[in-house]
């Protein structure tokens, strides 16, 4: 079975789906190709590769060509698409919600294509959840931002010239990634706050040192441990309660996301305008519209003197760990995967039936298959 590492070809995308170490851990009759320049970004050179054992192919077409199974970190392209062979398997985040087009002609080549975002959320698949290990770079790198474009200290600093107070950090969503900046931020010295509108999450909080805010509303738990879409009258229930803690932070990370869904609005205009000039909002959501009603992806806004930062993509700015975190992903999937050095995927195994978004010419993940239908009639 030969398994291809592309060069991913989205603008800004470092990582790589497979590095050298985890080479061995793919196990007998899987030969691996890594395209030419696939990890240098991330620091891992062809001759690494060549080391461990790949076969480094100079371009994407030859590589695809031989390919009987392709992993990558992003989603493919159309093009990427048509240079698979029919009947490849492929294994990425590819959010099919937001590539309809990319999941028809997956489909219609009868590529079999596994999405990381589909993966079920149970203890058996945390070794393969790319969510949580990208989330964990993504939270740590969130509060370095926001310590880099905040105009005061985070720690409390006591000097012959006098006393400095430590920032204050206001994490909203007590995932994982917002637990890792809770973390972050605590390390640098802030007084740190979180909210959540899971009531599981209050003794994470308070075992990483911060302080769980308790707002009069009910819980919102949803499956698999992630929040459940909230109604309206919820969220401006929500608003009203937060407005003040907002106000009161200098720093405001926000990582609340529903799988599937627009990311929900936890901090108004008008909250943002309430904060003091100087002060930073981190946006993790801003891929699916972001937790701030201001954020603009992958862009920064000043609004009467506060940051507003749009960070959809963290993980691809420190390549070299979030690749390491990604390929161990990848490769206990593989092993899920592969039996005898075949690719021999199990149907029964719930992680491989539900990440299964395209299987044998048909879109085999219902939701997105009725989204898709939905769309068209």
């Known amino acids: ?25 793919l196990g007998g009759g899987v030969d691996v190709l890594v395209q030419s320049g696939a990890g240098e970004a991330a620091l891992f050179p062809d001759s690494e590769y060549e ?8 371009t994407a077409a030859e590589l695809y060509r031989q390919a009987d199974m392709v992993v990558k970190v992003q989603a493919p392209s159309l093009e990427e698409v048509d240079l698979l062979a029919e009947g490849a398997s492929t294994l990425s985040f590819l959010a099919p919600s937001a590539y309809p087009d990319v999941v028809r002609r997956l489909a219609a080549r009868r590529v079999t294509a596994y ?39 985070f720690p409390l600093f006591m000097t012959a010239a006098g006393t400095v107070p430590p920032a204050r950090a206001l994490v909203m969503g007590a995932g994982v990634a917002g637990l890792q900046a809770i973390a972050t931020a605590r390390r640098l010295g802030a007084v740190v706050s979180a909210y959540d509108v899971r009531t599981a999450a209050k003794e994470e909080v308070k075992s990483l040192g911060a302080t769980f805010l308790e707002l009069a509303l009910e819980a919102q738990e949803g499956a698999g441990g992630y929040a459940a879409a909230q109604s309206e009258e919820f969220l401006a229930r929500q608003q009203e309660m937060i407005a003040t803690h907002v106000a009161a932070s200098d720093v405001v990370v926000t990582t609340a996301a529903v799988p599937g869904r627009k990311a929900p609005v936890l901090v108004t205009e008008a909250m943002v305008r309430a904060m003091k000039p100087g002060s930073v909002i981190v946006d ?9 009603e201001l954020t603009r992806d992958g862009e920064e806004v000043d609004v009467a003197g506060v ?16 690749s390491l975190l990604y ?51």
């Open 115 to 153: 999405s990381f975002e589909l993966v079920p959320r149970i203890s058996r698949a945390q070794v393969v959840d790319a969510l949580s290990s990208q989330a964990t770079v993504a939270g740590y790198r969130a509060v370095l931002l926001a310590a880099n474009r905040l105009y005061k200290f």
């Open 1 to 25: 079975m030969k398994l291809a590492v592309p060069k991913e070809t989205k603008p800004g995308e470092q990582r790589v789906a497979l590095v050298p170490s985890e080479l061995s851990r």
């Open 327 to 377: 390929s161990r992903n990848v490769s206990s999937f593989m092993k899920l995967l592969v039996k005898e050095g075949q690719l021999a995927p199990d149907t029964s195994d719930e992680i491989i039936d539900k990440s299964a978004v395209t299987m044998a010419g048909t879109i085999h993940h219902e939701p997105t298959r009725s989204a898709l239908e939905g769309a068209q009639a």
């Open 284 to 292: 993790l959501a801003a891929a699916t519209g972001g937790n701030c």
């Open 51 to 58: 080391a461990a054992g790949a076969t480094v192919v100079p």
């Open 307 to 322: 940051r507003v930062i749009g960070a959809s993509d963290l993980p691809a700015g420190m390549p070299t760990h979030a």
